[in-house]
């Protein structure tokens, strides 16, 4: 149907949220600026998403879905996502809507000069806990990315899909996005969106999660970088 963008759109036991998710971003196909579709990857849930992600497709043509076996975890469920895509344009979003999908048009108006745009959560509603271990954690990437960004945590990005294919994902990397695109010589930016409080299930990230476990992937991003190939053909036969 020449689709232009897919949205990626992780699930882990969101049960209370996707008929919020299916209205919401069906309004948002309306008046998106890309002929977009929408991925489900539903990671192992345990509660009853998987049946209502079936329904959710069958009365929706713009919209399918993956399943995985048994949960995987965030990282997983996004490279998932950009193996199984064929449209020049990826995003995701989560499926809590602490975003919301017509901010994707914000972050579509300047793709065209860059490879990610991602964005970036103002005035964010979340509790003291959350936003401090948030906003440590992204200083400690940034000393370790040199990427210039405030918040790779913010689940509303809109990639390049053949640089998200060429992104070799590892536990934890969802938080490297713009990182990985810099080391394939990639433009980044970074764009203010709305951000909302979650309203229905549970937040899947603790402190642990949050603010430990990045800074052993910053270790981890640092080898990469190290030993990360980087090549362009400039003539074949």
Not at 52 to 61: A, D, F, G
Not at 134 to 156: E, K, Q, V, Y
Not at 176 to 198: C, D, E, Y
Request: glycine letters at 6%; hydrophobic letters at 35%.
């Amino acid at each position: 149907m020449n689709y232009e963008f897919t949205i990626i759109v992780p699930v882990y036991n969101e049960e209370d949220n996707l008929l919020r998710v299916e209205e919401k971003l069906s309004s948002y196909l309306k008046v998106a600026d890309k002929k977009t579709r929408i991925l489900f990857v539903n990671d192992g849930s345990k509660d009853n998403s998987q049946d209502l992600i079936e329904r959710i497709c069958e009365r929706n043509e713009d919209f399918e879905y993956l399943l995985f076996k048994e949960n995987r975890g965030l990282s997983a469920a996004i490279k998932a996502g950009f193996d199984h895509i064929e449209t020049p344009l990826t995003g995701y979003i989560d499926s809590d809507l602490q975003t919301a999908p017509e901010d994707f048009n914000l972050l579509l108006s300047e793709i065209k000069d860059h490879e990610l745009v991602t964005g970036v959560r103002s005035n964010r509603q979340d509790s003291f806990v959350k936003n401090m271990s948030s906003t440590i954690a992204n200083g400690i990437r940034r000393a370790f990315t040199h990427d210039g960004m405030d918040d790779t945590g913010c689940p509303l990005k809109v990639i390049r899909t053949d640089y998200a294919k060429r992104i070799p994902m590892f536990n934890g990397l969802h938080r490297f996005l713009p990182a990985m695109i810099l080391l394939q010589n990639g433009r980044i930016k970074q764009v203010p969106v709305q951000h909302f409080p979650r309203i229905a299930g549970t937040a899947k990230y603790g402190l642990w999660n949050r603010l430990l476990g990045p800074l052993m992937d910053c270790f981890a991003y640092l080898w990469m970088k190290k030993k990360y190939i980087n090549y362009q053909i400039a003539k074949k036969s």
